[in-house]
């Protein structure tokens, strides 16, 4: 089963709100991680927090952690039609075979609309 | 700045044929990965490799093989490929092998009829 589940799957916002995506995740970790994706390309790492931080900041994102609850927020401020994309969180835990992995979850489609 | 380079970028081929998705990267890092997107699963690794002749499974190896004879390509073979392994397909890379940050390859988008 996936580790990290992203909430909601989609959001449609106006260019110039701030948009929030949750993700929960079910074991320890060690790091947390965002990463982007345009339509059918490639993913792009936006942003790395560890379990010790509570909350990091990269321009307009803005990222907190709680530990206790086993979740992550991702806030993009002042959206532009160029944030319309995917993102996914990614988390370091162990997979079926013992062996250390980075584990994504599903995604939340966000759009922005001009 | 990291590159990762795979081809072929789309294939359609058939049931049993088999075939070699390439992998290669421009930046001498040990780690390299391979994962496969599906809708409604999200990203799940096949296979990743620590260094030169070490690999191993990840969370879906069945009906994949890769090797690593040299640092900069990791191949990933389907020997007979079946519909269900229809799917977009990244390679990725790390400097620092995990936890750290991943750069990714453009995707190689296989269809097996």
């Known amino acids: 089963s996936q580790q990290g589940e992203e909430d909601p799957q989609a959001l449609s916002i106006q260019e110039g709100e701030n948009a929030t995506m949750n993700c929960s995740y079910k074991t320890s970790i060690n790091n947390l991680q965002w990463y982007r994706q345009n339509s059918g390309r490639g993913l792009v790492h936006l942003i790395l927090?560890?379990?010790?931080?509570r909350e990091k900041h990269s321009g307009r994102l803005r990222v907190t952690l709680d530990t206790s609850k086993k979740s992550s927020s991702l806030l993009i401020t002042a959206s532009r039609a160029a944030d319309t994309a995917s993102y996914f969180c990614a988390t370091d835990a162990k997979s079926n075979f013992g062996n250390e992995k980075l584990t994504f979850g599903t995604g939340t489609r966000l759009t922005i609309i001009p | 700045e990291a590159q990762v380079t795979q081809n072929p970028r789309y294939l359609i081929t058939v049931t049993g044929k088999k075939l070699t998705v390439t992998c290669s990267q421009n930046?001498?890092?040990?780690?390299m990965s391979w994962y496969r997107q599906d809708p409604g699963l999200g990203l799940r690794q096949i296979y990743y490799s620590m260094n030169v002749e070490v690999t191993d499974k990840g969370d879906v190896p069945e009906g994949y093989k890769v090797s690593r004879k040299e640092k900069r390509n990791f191949p990933l073979i389907l020997e007979s490929p079946s519909p269900n392994q229809t799917s977009l397909y990244f390679c990725?890379?790390?400097?620092?092998?995990?936890?750290?940050?991943?750069?990714f390859g453009e995707g190689s988008r296989l269809t097996v009829l």
């Open positions: 927090i560890r379990s010790n931080e």
């Open positions: 990725a890379i790390s400097r620092t092998g995990l936890p750290g940050e991943l750069f």
């Open positions: 930046m001498n890092h040990e780690y």
